[in-house]
């Protein structure tokens, strides 16, 4: 039997470096991700019913990050229909979600003849005979769409998906804060490891883009993840903000907006829960302190920019006293 050591992001730090950066303002965020989409910032809003509807769309949007719009609509009109809304809200960069088989199909000559560009196959687990079809079919169909493929979590996996014609790669399965795959499944692999294993495929095989999904709390998470990828997908983080779908509701005098997993609404599924989230206020300031930190991260490792982050970074692996060494401690929090 063969065992793999799995890392995931509180199992290690960045190693400092000397820097040269002045100002954290002056790090780039931008991103390319090809096709002719370009973000200011490395952020997707993820495609879940819960994070991203239309006021999370057009504010990500804004904010020069790139939204994905969920496919879990109750027909494929409802989601035509919430395309057309992003147009005539201005949206420059917005994806859209399709599954596999004939509604994956369907969904994306019905949103291609509408305009879409940006296409996100979303399913739990990508590294299979449907997606590869799909993907085929969706390279060969429409080969100047920007084609976002997920999720995956090993080489062999994401270099299915290029090979098939996917622009990005979506790696992460069971990392999110809401998923439970991993234990119900037992399958999965910690998120570094797998972005680790990933971005080396993508480095030296057939070239493709890696987009980092799930586990991700805080921007140091961000930072770390963003040495294996080229943007990080945000669920948790934007989940509870105002321009988060779903109601606000107090208990104990304290907000909160329930968060649910993408598998909640499928009734074959038992791969995803619900929650609920504190309310977090508007995402543009959600938004700011998260860059904040991530450019703070890269000032510490003396770079100007997110590909430059990727140039030999040095981690070191700690233990669980480390980790709580590394958090605020021995002091009582507030006033």
């Known amino acids: 039997m063969k065992i793999k050591e799995g890392l995931t992001f509180d199992d290690v730090l960045l190693v400092p470096k000397y820097s040269d950066v002045t100002s954290r303002k002056n790090v780039d965020l931008s991103v390319d991700l090809g096709k002719g989409v370009k973000l200011k910032i490395p952020v997707i809003s993820a495609n879940m019913k819960t994070v991203t509807g239309h006021d999370m769309a057009v504010k990500i949007d804004r904010l020069g990050g790139l939204p994905i719009m969920h496919r879990f609509y109750n027909s494929l009109e409802e989601q035509v229909n919430a395309f057309a809304d992003m147009i005539v809200a201005g949206v420059k960069n917005v994806g859209v979600s399709i599954g596999v088989g004939r509604p994956g199909h369907d969904a994306f000559h019905a949103l291609a003849e509408m305009g879409a560009t940006i296409f996100c196959l979303d399913i739990a687990h990508a590294d299979s005979e449907s997606a590869v079809k799909l993907i085929k079919h969706v390279s060969k169909a429409l080969p100047q769409a920007l084609l976002i493929a997920g999720n995956v979590a090993t080489t062999s996996g994401a270099q299915r998906l290029a090979d ?27 998120s570094l490891t797998a972005l ?9 095989g057939e070239k493709f883009k890696i987009i980092a999904d799930g586990g991700l709390k805080n921007s140091g998470d961000i930072t770390k993840a963003l040495v294996f990828s080229h943007a990080v997908m945000l669920g948790n983080l934007l989940a509870g903000t105002h321009e988060s779908p779903g109601t606000e509701y107090t208990l104990d005098g304290k907000k909160y907006k329930e968060y649910a997993g993408s598998s909640t609404y499928k009734t074959n599924h038992v791969e995803g829960v619900v929650g609920s989230v504190p309310y ?11 860059m904040e930190g991530l450019r703070s991260g890269c000032s510490y490792q003396g770079v100007h920019n997110l590909e430059d982050l990727k140039k030999d970074p040095e981690f070191v692996s700690i233990t669980n006293v480390g980790l709580i060494e590394s958090k605020p401690h021995d002091v009582i929090l507030g006033k």
């Open 164 to 190: 098939a014609g996917a622009d990005i790669i979506k790696v992460g399965v069971g990392p999110g804060s809401l998923c439970t795959t991993r234990i119900e499944t037992g399958n999965g692999v910690p």
């Open 196 to 204: 680790d294993d990933v971005y080396e495929q993508s480095r030296f």
């Open 280 to 290: 977090k206020g508007h995402v543009e300031n959600v938004i700011i302190k998260l």
